[in-house]
């Protein structure tokens, strides 16, 4: 049983947000509503924030939650975006199941 | 002290996230994930990201997050029912992919970063909005502009998809 | 605390041809509700002028170098050239739109609003020197194009490409996020030049493992980007799914965009390492073309086929960026300077023929059109000479460049390996001529009305710079060997 | 100069007259053209040989370089010295006959024209082979006259079996040809020229070969083009079939001349077959093996011309058992009696034909001796002629040959006696069931008109006499002495073999008709044996014809080019659509599946990059 | 501006006055076109005095810089090897068009632009002195002749076109690796240069190296040519393609190949091209023998006669790599009489389509009683063809075996084995088709010559003669360019004397 720590290793961080973006890309994988897996993407995108903030504390600089704050500034443009083009989807199809999204293949 | 909220907060983003990946109602997918985002927002703090910790809670928990629940309310859609119809992607496919992607990120954290980094809470202050928005109206101003275009493309956008025939 | 925050009026200048397309975004913007439906031929017109205009400043920005706004931009040939390069794409894109358009009954102003801000978008992924102005640029270009391919709302395949390009795009995109955020850790920085000299420093070898996860993450969203193997699959079908101009505004514009910023990233951040990537860049590239050409043969939907055949080029043009070297990187720009062209001119015919509501997009619709149509048929068969790379076109001397800078990087089985591709490819090309010339026009087919003004003046313009290329291709090959030199 | 290029240029130029010409011109143009072509060439050999004198050294013309090129250097030049002075004599001379019996015998034929045409173009190429100053040009002619012979015996075009004839012809000359290509080739490969001159010259000086060289290696391949034009064994088959040609060219081409001109060659040659003993071996073998076999085929047939062709193959194998044993002059002065007498014997059998409106079948002939009694004597002559009766010329030529046979294998003298009776059996038969016992036939028989019998009555006085002009001795500064004792028992027992022959024939054909078919049956194994020719035609046709067609046509053609080449051809299209269709499975159209692509791809690739990159 | 460039210019402007003439007035555009290709070849004959003036060197160089980089230059000139093919294909020009005169009756213009293209490139291709701008004009060849087949062919002519295009795409792709290759290692493309660098020793390619650059160029050569086992393509593009396309397929593109063999692999890799001789030549021998076996089965004229090509064409292979001044001169010989026998053969066949629909054997027969001059003038040709002796295959095949043997007698016995089957296959068509009774539905159907086949035929018979009695008007000029080459390659021809041939006999 080795020692508790004191304070919390840089590793600890990124193995979160690791752990994560990795849980956002099975979201993505696994789930099949539209939305759900759009969410995931959201999930992944917060991951790598995480990796950014833990980053610039450990650079001792700003600019990794500046790149932070456009990635949310992105990811609200994309949220709006998206769930435009997830309404027209439905619109059509009167379904959010994504795998009846692939009239298209091969 | 560091350890034990980084453990806590760290614990219910992991548990919101897999309750993400689990739920089938969009809804409850959700609010895990607003879970996940608030919780971030403390250890944001706890790295020294005041400003970015409150923006985290206001703009993504709750300004996206709202958005979100808004259209799924809009479309009342139902959780996936199981469907009969072949599975597209196995789960015996997705899952060693994924804990292989884990494995490598994982691995070279563990071998690459060094274990003398790291976090005690207090140790930067940088984040401040101070620092933050000189930062951001200096070196960064021509990107703070243009995402100022990339709202108006997402208005823009959300206008042509959405808007009723007139 | 940077000292001279203030940009200068200099700096200005060199975000100038971006700031104009804006204004003139916005400005479309608040005419589109104060114009009656008959009114909205002027979009066209007002857009494409300011593309001309913007052509101009590009060009006039480009005659002094240099970085802007504390180094985030960087406005140099190199960026100069793919300014050009995607402002004429846009141009002709509108001139293929309008009509379109017009038949769909979707004329607005708002299409040329997002066209326009993706154009900037594209702009700015050219000048940037900065991975945040890079990823900005990147999100600008591709949100608006997200929109763009889903325009036709009401049109299921419309629906379907946008709703695939952007849950795909955004996954990608994580990952370059991702990827960034790591270089960002190790290096400390997002301005390229200084990975770049973090890199030199033989100081940094510990984090030389770190360094490669960062670049596989960002080469997964390049790739994507410029739908290279194995991150292709989305192509086919949004190219198939989008509107027809728009198909050729991605395939095109965003293309050279994407490879702009991959290669300005790989060959001035990355240049350092690129032991580690470049066996994979060569793996990738063979992968590429031979996907691109194989399922080409397979195909019988116009649309999709021209897809492939973009993948395909995309493999020539990794080729290319397989060499690393200047000559390989000008090679590059000459190539897509003259795959630009051919797209375009193709497009511009594929619109045509297909019509309202893109009736007409399969291989066969195609049949007789020699008789049907001589002109559009001759001219569609010089693009298919071109895109097969026949002697006397811009696509056999962007071939011939692009396997010369293997050659001289020593890369003689990509080399060869490409042109049995391109071998293979004359198939299928060969295939479309087949069909105008030697089979006879289907019975009862609805006769084909002339092109109007804007497919035609596309048409023979693209047609005219293809052989003009395939002539005298020293022109575009100087600039472009000028240019080549920033990017390193 | 003597301007010999007239003498091959008046034929063709009469070839050309009536070949482009000859449909708007009349009978007696076409006649006069053809004829007058003939004789105007004839006449100028008669001044030229005149002029030339006694002929000491040879005559060479220059005219032009044909081919210069490294070390060939080839010209077009004509040469006549005594060998070809007495060939061209016959050539021109029977030829001239044959013209104008022809005029006679084709009047009522088709293609009058086209027919005089290729005879004359036959006598340009004749005049060429027999004036070549060097082995090329020779060629010229010999390729020429196959080719004439060629186009003759397809006249009649429109019967299947004349075109066959004619294929058969040209192809089995071909082979020939390949030989004496191959020849030439070494020739100048070795020798640095092809002018007699020059080659002989530089031959003389060398010791004969004991082994086998490559002088030997030149001389039989010669040998090879030589027994096709000659028809000698195993090339003789095409000649029997050419009797599918109007009678005129038969007698013309496939008795007198063209078929000599392998003797003709081989004799020019002799300067190198003399360096090479074994050649000259061989060459006596092939000889005397044609001869005895074409008699014994001549035993049994009952076609009037096969009869008269596989004559001329045996008596061509005469030719050559003397040229294998060296004597050169014999071998050509039978080639002169042979010219004559064959003629005469094939022009006579045209006349019983035209008489008899067609038939050339003996069974359906006899006791035409009163019916046509100027064919009939002349006949006669020519077979008491080859038959070897002296005084006549066959007896000349003939002993001469078998002398020398003699004095090269005594044995093969005594095969050769036993030809020569044999010859006598078979000509006198067909004589015997030709003229005499009874009509069988129901034609109404008619004499030949006198522009065809007064041809034959010039060749029969030749045939008669011609055995007195002496051409060993005129051909002895070329050849050397080849001259043996005149041994009075050899020349005996062989006269008396003729003589027996002929009783033998008169026993079987006059006194006792039936006898002959008694003894068919009673030596039925040998005699299918010989009435089919020794099976020779089938046995080309099951070992080489047929395997040929049938091979290239379903193992290479269909097999290899179809099946094997555009196979692997269409299989590499068939990989790269197969190779298609695989990777398009990537692209299921399933979002989530391309994500797992996504995600798979990003995964090797870190793993590769950032593990293994730095490997390098 | 000097003469070749008006060579060039010539067949160009042609093509595109061609497309701009009415399209509703096909008689005019036949007319132009006529006048342009008779004009052009006119023109081509004024080169020939330049040529003999300066025999074994490039007469009328033009040489002037196109691209900066690479240092692509536009260098043309013309030479004893160049000079004949050059006015083979302008003879051939005027000829095919009167041949098409009634054959093609849709989309005229198109077709004889089409034409004039092909003369374009096979002109560029002969004379070009730059690989660069030589692989140009080979393309360039390529595209005009795939639409010939493809739009006026007989029923497989779609399959045969993109057979045609791709097999020689596939070729020309290593050879522009090659061309690049070299030029890396040189730095030039120009041909001249080239053999200067090497003959100084500053160009020096590995073993390795100038075996690999040598087997690039010879795979699309041989594909041209074409070498057996690679000839497949041929017989579906002859017998698919029309008459006129047929004609130039085999008169005109096939020497592209041969040319391309003895302007540039030769030359450039004279080690290696010795080394690799032996298994060259026994594929050459192989396609004689093979072509002329399938050639004696085939059911259709066209093919019949293209499987001949293939067996003719192995024997200027073979000539070409005996590397001996006779062999080169008779290949060289053998590829112009190949060019006019053949495509008379070709025309010929076409009248006889023209007149019966049919290119089946079987479908023939006793046309010598219906039409006697058509059936005299194809025997000449077919005689021709097979190398009868004062016509012109004769010279060439005489050459070539002659140095054939000089190399190694095997290699004249099994080649002149070939010269047997070719009578076989000629005859035997010859007898199948014009001799024999004749059947009512030839009997109605042929008409004798026209004027207009009249004027087609003669100039070829009485080039035949020409060819094959006066040699010496033609052979000068290519003997004296083989002899360059020969110093070129530095390596004397084998010895003729008595003794090393004894040798070389005995060798076996």
Partial sequence: MPPFPTVVPMSWYLILSAILFTLGAAGFLLRRNIITVFMCIELMLNAVNLTFVAFSHQLKQVDGHIFTFFVMVVAAAEAAVGLAIILTVFKNRQTLEIDEISSMKL | ?166 | MPANFMPTAQEYLRFAPESLLILVGVLLMILEPLSGPDGKRKFAVISFAALAASIGLAIAAGMDPGPAFSGLLMVDGFATFFRVLVLGVGMFTILISTNYLKLEGHESGEYYALLLFSIVGQCLMAASNDLIMLFIGLECSSIASYVLAGYLRDDKRNNESALKYFLLGSFATAFLLYGVAWIYGTTGTTNLSAIRAFLMDPAHHANMVVVGAATALMFVGFAFKVSAAPFQMWAPDVYQGAPAPITAFLSIGSKAAAFAMFVRVMMTAFEPVKERWEPLIWISALATMTIGNTAALRQSNLKRLLAYSSIAHAGYLMVALTAHSEIGTASMMFYLTAYALMSLGAFAIVVYVARKGERFVEIQDLAGLSQRQPLVAAMFAIFLLSFTGIPLTAGFFGKFYIFKAALDSNLIWLAVLGLLNSAVAAYYYLRLIVVMYMQPPPEGAEELLPPTIGIRVTMLVTAALTIALGIFPSFILDLAGKSAVFAR | MHQLWLIPALPLAGFLLNGIFGRKLSKAAINAVAIGSVLLSFLWVVKTLMGLGSMEEVYVERYFTWIQSGFVNVGFDFAVDRLSAVMLLVVTGIGLLIHIYAAGYMAHEGGYHRFFAYLNLFMFFMLILVLAANYLVLFVGWEGVGLCSYLLIGFYFLKKSAGDAGKKAFVVNRIGDFGFSLARFLIMVNFGSLDFGTVFAKAAPMAPEAGAGVITLICLLLLVGAAGKSAQVPLHVWLPDAMEGPTPVSALIHAATMVTAGVYMVARSAALFNHSPIAMEVVSYVGLITAVMAATIGLTQYDIKKVFAYSTVSQLGYMFLALGSGAYSAGIFHVMTHAFFKALLFLGAGSVIHALEGEQDLRMMGGLRKKIPVTFTVLMCAAVAIAGVPPFSGYHSKDAILLAAHAHHPWMYWVGVITAGMTAFYVFRAMFLCFFGTYRGNAHVHESPLVMTAPLMVLAALSLGGGYLDVPHFLEPMFGGGHEAHDETLVAISVAAGALGILLAWLFYVIRPGLADGMSRAFSWPYQLFYNKYFVDEAYDAVIVHPLRDGSSSVLWKGVDAGLIDGAVNGAGWLMRATGGGLRQMQSGYIRRYAAWVVLGSVVIIAVVSFWGGAK | MNLLDILLILPAVGFLSTLLTPKDNPRLTRTWVLCISIITFLFSLLLIGPVLASPGRLALEGNSPWIEYPAIRYHVGLDGLSLWLVILSTFLTPIVTIVSWKYIQNRVREFYAFLLALLFGVLGVFIAQDLFLFFVFWEISLVPMYFLVGIWGHDKRIYAALKFFLYTMAGSALMLVAIIYLYNKSGTFDIPLLLDMMAKGRLLLSPTESLWLFLAFFLAFAIKVPLFPLHTWLPDAHGEAPTAGSVMLASVLLKLGTYGLIRICLPLFPGTARANAHWIIVLAIAGIIYGALVAMVQPNMKRLVAYSSVSHLGFVVLGIFTFTQVGLDGAVYQMLNHGISTGALFILVGMLYERRHSLEISDFGGVATAAPWLSTMFVITTLASVGLPLLNNFVGEFLILQAAVQVNFLYAAFAAVGVILSAVYMLWMVQRVFYGETPETVKHHMPDLSPREWAILVPLIALMVWMGVGSQSFLPPISANNAQLLQVMKQPAPPVTVLAAKESVHAR
């Fill in chain 2, 1 to 166: 002290m560091d350890a034990i909220l980084f453990l806590t907060f760290a614990g219910i983003a992991v548990a919101c996230a897999i309750n993400l990946v689990l739920q089938t109602h969009p809804i409850s997918s959700a609010l895990s994930l607003v879970g996940v985002m608030t919780s971030l927002a403390v250890l944001y703090l706890l790295l020294g990201g005041s400003f970015i910790a409150a923006v985290q809670v206001i703009v993504y928990a709750g300004a996206i997050m709202v958005l979100f629940v808004f259209v799924i309310m809009l479309l009342n859609t139902q959780g996936e029912r199981m469907l009969p119809k072949k599975k597209v992607m196995p789960v015996a496919i997705a899952l060693p992919l994924l804990f292989s992607l884990i494995g490598v990120i994982a691995t070279i954290v563990a071998t690459q970063v060094p274990s003398t980094e790291v976090v005690k809470f207090g140790t930067f202050a940088g984040g401040d909005p101070l620092t933050f928005g000189r930062a951001m109206f200096t070196r960064y101003l021509l990107p703070f502009e243009v995402t100022s275009v990339l709202i108006l493309i997402a208005i823009l956008g959300a206008v042509v998809l959405a808007k009723k025939e007139i």
